[in-house]
């Protein structure tokens, strides 16, 4: 019998729904406006939801930094996904100013789903 490993995720409180695409079999979503119960200080979420399914599989998260800590950029990425273990899971995979910017950090964060879902040859499409 295997165990069911646990995904660290984001623990958001609110969030606004700025955009959704169809990405192969997930429907991405795109948050924004986030308030957490925690001390992580939310700009953006994307969520990878299966079809059929209705939890997140995995989560991209812009995250301001507090500027003593800004010294590489005002913003880092981190990385939330079934498949990655406990030690890479929540990991900063980067920190840069771009990730402050929707548009420039939801194509970061769709080439970043296209590699961990495997969805190569696949293409995001807006849903409205």
């Known amino acids: 019998m295997t165990k069911y490993k646990l995904m660290r995720k984001p623990n958001i409180s609110t969030a606004i729904p700025r955009q959704r695409y169809k990405f192969g079999a997930y429907t991405i979503?795109?948050?924004?406006?986030?308030?957490?119960?925690?001390?992580?200080k939310y700009e953006y979420l994307l969520a990878a939801v299966k079809d059929g399914h209705s939890d997140p599989e995995a989560y991209i998260t812009s995250e301001r930094v507090p500027p003593a800590e800004a010294d590489n950029g005002s913003h880092v990425v981190r990385v939330f996904a079934k498949q990655l273990d406990q030690q890479q899971a929540g990991k900063i995979i980067d920190q840069s100013d771009s990730w402050a910017h929707l548009e420039t950090f939801i194509?970061?964060?769709?080439?970043?789903?296209?590699?961990?879902?495997?969805?190569?040859?696949?293409?995001?499409?807006?849903?409205?």
């Open 29 to 40: 979503i795109v948050l924004g406006e986030i308030e957490s119960n925690d001390q992580t």
């Open 107 to 128: 194509s970061y964060a769709l080439s970043g789903f296209r590699h961990m879902l495997q969805l190569q040859g696949e293409q995001p499409v807006p849903l409205s």
